[in-house]
C-alpha cells in the first residue's frame, strides 16, 4: 500500500490504535494540537512536536537561520496556544549535513532562543546529530494548563459563532512571493509574516480564562483545513462568509496584481498561526471585548452548523462547498 | 568554521549558554540523559529526545522495521533509566520519504507500541511528515522520578567503585557482523543485542531506590566515552580494571575468531544501554545483593579517583591512559 493512497491523516488514525496503555494518566492523546496529560491536581501537562525538514519544510537559501530557529520554535508554541495553555520547556534535536557551517547553526539557535525568550520557555535539551544530506529540525514542547480551561478541537456546538484572532492569507502570500521570486511593493511584510510568524499565546490565554469558547485549534494546514479538523471532531459542520475571512488590504493587493484567487490563498494554503475558535453567541461579544481591550483582533467569519461540511457564502450571497481540507504531506 | 572541528560535544557547549530563561522551573538543563525540571512538590518531570535518521543510525535493509521501531523508544528509555526514574509518555516524529511502503510504517509502529507496551508508556502525541530522500525518527520522552532519587553524571565521587549493570561489547560485535556481513555461530544473538536493546529501566529503579549511588549513565557513546561523561562532569578519573569488564562468551569467541580487538569493541563502540554507575564502597555490596536477588546483574569494573582521565589496568598489572571518548556524530 502507498502512502499517498492513505493520506497524512489516514496514516494518522493508523497509527492511533493500541497507543494508551496506561489511559489513566492521559486526558487526550493522538488527535489535537497537543496532547493532554495529568499532572498535578489541578494542572494539565500539554505536550506537542513538530518536525522541520529541509527541502519540505524550509529551504536554506530561502530563510534566513535565525529565522528558521525562530520558527521551529514558534509553530510549537502556537500548538500550546491552541489548547490555552503555557509553554514551559523545550526539547531540540537537530540533525546536520557537514556541509553547515557552524555560523548557521549559531545563528538558528540564536533564533530559536530569542523566540524561547520572548515567551519564557526554557531549552531544557535535546540531541545532536549528523545527517546524510538535509538539515531536520525536530522541537518537543511542554506546557502547562489549568484543566478547566483547555479547549479542544472536538467541543464546537451548532449555532456557536467561528472567529479568527487575527488575518489570514499573509503567510501564503508571503511563500508565493518566495517561490516565484516576485517583486512587489510591501512584499517584505508578506515575507515576514511567512517566515517570523508570532505564535497567539496571548490572545490563546484570554480565550481561555474567558471559559466562553467551545473549540480551538491553531490555523497551520490552513483555515478550511483546520475549521475542518473542528468540524469533523465536533461532529458539525460550518457557513463562513467570504467577505468576513479577515486579510490584510497588502494581501488583496498583492492577490488582485498577481491575479491571484484571494480565497483560495486565505483558506488553503496556511501557515497562518492565528487561532480559530468557536463560541456561543451570547458569549461571543464579552470575548470579543475581551480580546480588544488587551490589543488582540477577534473576527468573526461565520457559524458552526449542524449539516456536516463546510460551506462559504459568497459576497452575492450564493453558497457553495470548499474542501474541507488543507496541507496533507502525503497528497 | 566547520562542524567537525569542533565536535558533537563542543557544539552542546555552543549551544548551552541562555537556554534557561526561567530557571526556577529547571533542576538540570542541556547535559544529562535528561533534563530535569520541578513538576508537583515531590515529583521532577524527566524530559529527553532521541533523533534517529536513516543512513546514519540505520539501514533499512539492516534492520528489520519492527526492530527499529522498538529500539526508537528504547533508547529514549534507557535515558530515563539513567536518571532512576519511570517512563510515562512519548510523542513521535516521523518524516517519511514517498517510497516507503505503508506496511514499513505499520511494523515500525507496531514496534514502537510493542515497546511502549512493556514499560507502560502512552504513545500520546507526534508528528507525521514527508521527507525527500531518508527516513526520520524523533521521539521525545517525558518521565517522572521523586527528586530526592535522581541520579545524575556529575555526582561521582574519589573511591566510589564503578560498576556495570550488564556486559558490554554484544552490540559492537552485532552491527560488525551486519556491517561486514559474517558468518558465525551464534552472530543471531550478537545481532539481537544490538538491533533489540532491552533498557534497564528495573536495574534502574533498584539502584535509585537504595539511594546509596553517587552517580548514573545508560552506555550509549561506548563505556570509554560514558565514563568519560561521568568523570568530566563529576571532576574526577577512573581507573578500570581490563579483566573485570563484564562480556559474554559468545562475544569473546567473535573477537578471537575475527582478530578483534575485544577490549576496543567493548569499551569504544556504544549502544549497549546497560547502566554504568558509581557507589561508595560501603554500599557496593547491599546494591549487590538488591540487584542481584532482583535477578539483575552488578559488575565492579573499577574505582573512582582523583587524577582526570581514565586508565585502563591491564591483566599484567600495567596501566595504560585511554581516550575517554565514544562516539562522535561530528568527528
Known amino acids: 500500500m502507498k502512502l499517498k493512497d492513505l493520506g497524512e491523516f489516514g496514516f494518522i488514525d493508523r497509527i492511533r490504535p493500541e497507543t494508551l496503555v496506561r489511559p489513566e494518566s492521559v486526558i487526550l492523546g493522538i488527535g489535537d ?18 518536525l522541520l525538514v529541509g527541502g519540505v519544510h524550509f529551504h536554506l537559501e530561502k530563510i534566513p537561520p535565525d529565522l528558521l530557529g525562530r520558527k521551529s520554535i514558534a509553530v510549537n508554541l502556537s500548538d500550546i496556544a491552541a489548547m490555552g495553555g503555557f ?35 526554557n531549552l531544557v535539551g535535546g540531541d545532536t546529530t549528523a545527517s546524510p544530506e538535509h538539515l531536520v529540525i525536530n522541537v518537543a514542547l511542554v506546557g502547562e494548563a489549568r484543566e478547566e480551561e483547555v479547549l479542544y478541537r472536538s467541543g464546537a456546538l451548532k449555532d456557536d459563532v467561528v472567529f479568527l484572532t487575527g488575518p489570514v492569507g499573509d503567510s501564503a502570500a508571503g511563500l508565493d512571493i518566495l517561490l ?18 508570532r505564535p497567539h499565546l496571548k490572545e490563546g490565554r484570554i480565550i481561555a480564562t474567558q471559559k466562553a469558547a467551545h473549540s480551538m ?13 473542528v468540524c ?30 484571494a480565497t483560495r490563498l486565505a483558506t488553503h494554503v496556511g501557515e497562518d498561526y ?28 461565520g457559524r458552526i452548523v449542524e449539516e ?8 452575492d450571497g450564493s453558497t457553495r462547498k470548499i474542501k474541507p481540507s488543507g496541507w496533507n504531506h502525503f497528497a
Chains 1, 2 share one sequence.
Open 232 to 261: 469533523a471532531r465536533s461532529g458539525v459542520g460550518a457557513i463562513v462568509e467570504e467577505a468576513r475571512i479577515p486579510t490584510t488590504e497588502l494581501f488583496r493587493a498583492y492577490c488582485e496584481r498577481f491575479g491571484l484567487d
Open 274 to 301: 492565528v487561532l480559530l475558535g468557536t463560541v456561543p453567541e451570547n458569549s461571543a461579544a464579552t470575548l470579543e471585548k475581551a480580546l480588544e481591550s488587551a490589543g488582540c483582533g477577534f473576527y468573526r467569519i
Open 33 to 50: 494540537d497537543c496532547s493532554v496529560c495529568r499532572s498535578s491536581p489541578d494542572r494539565v501537562t500539554l505536550l506537542t512536536t513538530d
Open 87 to 121: 509553554p514551559k520547556q523545550a526539547l531540540v534535536s537537530i540533525a546536520i549535513p557537514d556541509t553547515t557551517r557552524v555560523e548557521t547553526l549559531d545563528a538558528i539557535y540564536e533564533g530559536m532562543k530569542s523566540m524561547a525568550r520572548e515567551f519564557d520557555v
Open 180 to 197: 516565484e521570486n516576485r517583486s512587489f511593493d510591501g512584499k517584505d511584510s508578506l515575507v515576514q509574516t511567512h517566515l517570523n510568524p
Open 217 to 229: 485549534i491553531d490555523v497551520s494546514d490552513g483555515l478550511a483545513g483546520d475549521l475542518g479538523h
Open 308 to 315: 456536516p461540511g463546510i460551506r462559504l457564502t459568497a459576497r
